[in-house]
C-alpha cells in the first residue's frame, strides 16, 4: 500500500478553506493534517473536503485558537490524544490506517517572543509541552508511527535562513532544539524530510512581517514528517510546496508532503 502524507499549518481552516480545497485538488494526498484550525470540530467546512473524496476526519477544536484535524481518502479510526502540558489546548490528535500507521499530528506551542521562562510564560510552556512528548514516547515507545505537525522548531542550521541571527530567537534557541531532540530520541523518530533531502537549506514558514517573503527568503523548517525506524525506510518523495505560500491570502506555512510504501 503507498499513500501520500501532508501536513500544514493552515492559521484558520474556515478562512482558509478553499485554498485547503485547492491543495486537495492540485496534490491528491491521501491524507491530510492540519494545524492552527481555528474552529470547534463541528464548525471544520468538512462538506467541502468531502466532495474533493475527503471522506474522513478525526479532529480536535476550539473556537478562535489551537486545532488540529486529519483529513483522509482512507478510512481511519480515532487513536485518541494528548494534553501535554495540561494547557487544555487542542494541539494533538492522533488516527490508525486500516494498514496499522498510526498518524499523530501535532501542534506545539509557539512559545512567545523572549526565549527565557522566567520573564515569558509562553515559552516555559513550550519547554514543558516538549518534556511531557518526551516522557510519554519513553514510556510507550512508538511503532508503525508516523508524527506530523508544526513542531515550531526549526533543529538544524539549514533550516533557518540565518543561524547565527537566530540562535537567541525562539524557534531556534539551543535550549528548544535541545528539547526536540530528546522527543525525537525519546520515540527513535526518524525525520523523514531530511532522510531525503539530506542536504541545504529547506524551509516551511514565512513571516507575514516581510514585505517580500519570497525575494527576502527568510525563512524557517517549523513543519515536520516523522516516523518510526520499522517504517522510515519506506518513505520517499518528500517535498516542500513553497508556492504555496505565495497563493492568494495564504497561511504563512507551506504544506509538507512525504510517501510511504506499505
Not at 482512507?74 to 487542542?90: I, S
Not at 513542531?151 to 528539547?179: C, F, G, Y
Request: aromatic letters at 8%; charged letters at 30%; a negative charge.
Amino acid at each position: 500500500m503507498s499513500f501520500t502524507l501532508a501536513t500544514w499549518n493552515i492559521n484558520s481552516v474556515r478562512l482558509r478553506a478553499d485554498l485547503v480545497s485547492r491543495l486537495l485538488a492540485e496534490e491528491e494526498p491521501d491524507v491530510l493534517c492540519l494545524q492552527e484550525c481555528k474552529s470547534p470540530v463541528e464548525k471544520i467546512p468538512h462538506d467541502i473536503f468531502k466532495a474533493r473524496g475527503y471522506d474522513h476526519m478525526i479532529a480536535r477544536g476550539q473556537k478562535g485558537y489551537n486545532g488540529v484535524a486529519i483529513l483522509s481518502k482512507l478510512p481511519l479510526t480515532d487513536a485518541g490524544d494528548k494534553d501535554f502540558a495540561a494547557l487544555g489546548h487542542a494541539r494533538h490528535v492522533a488516527a490508525t490506517l486500516e494498514n496499522g500507521v498510526t498518524i499523530h499530528n501535532f501542534y506545539v506551542p509557539a512559545g512567545g517572543d523572549k526565549p527565557d521562562r522566567e520573564v515569558n510564560e509562553k515559552f516555559g510552556q513550550k519547554l514543558d509541552y516538549l518534556t511531557e512528548m518526551r516522557d510519554w514516547f519513553h514510556g510507550e515507545r512508538p511503532e508503525k508511527a508516523i508524527l506530523v505537525g508544526d513542531l515550531n522548531i526549526a533543529p538544524r542550521e539549514d533550516d533557518v535562513w540565518n543561524h547565527k541571527q537566530l540562535l537567541k530567537i525562539v524557534s531556534h534557541t539551543p535550549v528548544e532544539v535541545d528539547h526536540l531532540g530528546a522527543v525525537q530520541d525519546a520515540g527513535k523518530w526518524v525525520d523523514i524530510t531530511r532522510q531525503d533531502i539530506p542536504e541545504g537549506n529547506l524551509y516551511s514558514w514565512w513571516s507575514y512581517r516581510s514585505p517580500d517573503w519570497d525575494a527576502a527568503d527568510k525563512g524557517r523548517r517549523l513543519d515536520h514528517i516523522w516516523a518510526t525506524p520499522d517504517i522510515s525506510n519506506a518513505a520517499h518523495g518528500s517535498r516542500i510546496l513553497r508556492d504555496v505560500r505565495g497563493w492568494e491570502k495564504p497561511s504563512d506555512h507551506a504544506p509538507v508532503l512525504a510517501t510511504f510504501d506499505l
